[in-house]
């Protein structure tokens, strides 16, 4: 099954940001060596008394060949994020967009209450709303029957790398939905995109792993084949873990 | 007369319009949103619309983000 969001199917189940990196060059360098075929950007004041030949992101960008998904982010009520979406819809004609209502400054982490507030207003507005949110199942549910079309939970807070450090949680909120679940926030490094979808995560999304790396486009990469090892293991699936060592040729071959 | 132009006090002449503004701080028409008073302002309207003193604009782009 390939990954199907708000009806439009992807062939890459990397989703990347487009924040943190040296110059727009560079992010373009990156997105391409991601393969991924959706990138977020962010709505912020323009800088007064510019260049007007001065690049802007949309230049480097092609909204015709990449999926450009607006975020809300730097929004702490409903109310903000909300005027944040209705701007977004005005530059990129578009519905589709992530919505992100932090709780504070400090910890980054989602606020339910307006997230889930902001949520159902935005798809009564008719926005596609794909959701960042903390790991609370009970939360994931309710996101996903207001009519958000994709659930994304940290997987440990926003641009600390730490990987992943809710592992059941994650599953559960798999278990329980009928709409793609991506993990968003938290992933460090390449092993930790191929945990997620080893998981049953149905994409990653992800910024400061590859954007705070050394190399970005060579991150970039390695999370291309990272998303890709991690799907195939899922659908492969595990095989059984022993506490008993068990050889791998058959006793009859053995010599003596 | 004083506007609030992105966060800061803007002196323009009476009839300015969106697209004065624009031109006067060197911003180009593409790959922007007007906001007046928290309102979006719809391209077609740019030239047409003045200002009342301390009038909130807002001009915004797409930026890096995650």
Sequence with gaps: MPLIIDKKTYKSRLIIGSGKYKNFEETKKALEAS??????VALKRTNL??????KNLLDYIDPNTYKILPNTAGCFSSED???????????????????EVLADKE???????ETLAAAKELVQ????????????????????RVGCVSVMPLASPIGTGQGIKNSNNLKNIIKNANIPIIVDAGIGTASDATIAMELGCDAVLLNSAIAMSDNPVQMAEAMKHAVIAGRKAFNAKRMKISNIAIPSSKKTDALS | MNIILNGEKFSIDKKTSIKDILIQNNIGEKNIVVEVNKEIISKTFWDQITFEENDQIEIITAVGGG
């Design chain 1, 81 to 99: 994020a909300i005027r944040v979406c209705l701007i977004a819809r005005e530059l990129l004609n578009d519905n589709l967009v992530k919505l």
């Design chain 1, 35 to 40: 393969g991924a075929e959706m990138i977020t």
């Design chain 1, 125 to 144: 507005l008719g926005f596609s709303v794909m959701v960042y949110t903390t790991d609370n199942v009970e939360l994931a549910i309710e996101l996903e």
């Design chain 1, 107 to 113: 910890t980054l982490l989602p606020n339910e209450e």
């Design chain 1, 49 to 54: 008394g510019q260049n007007d030949k001065q």
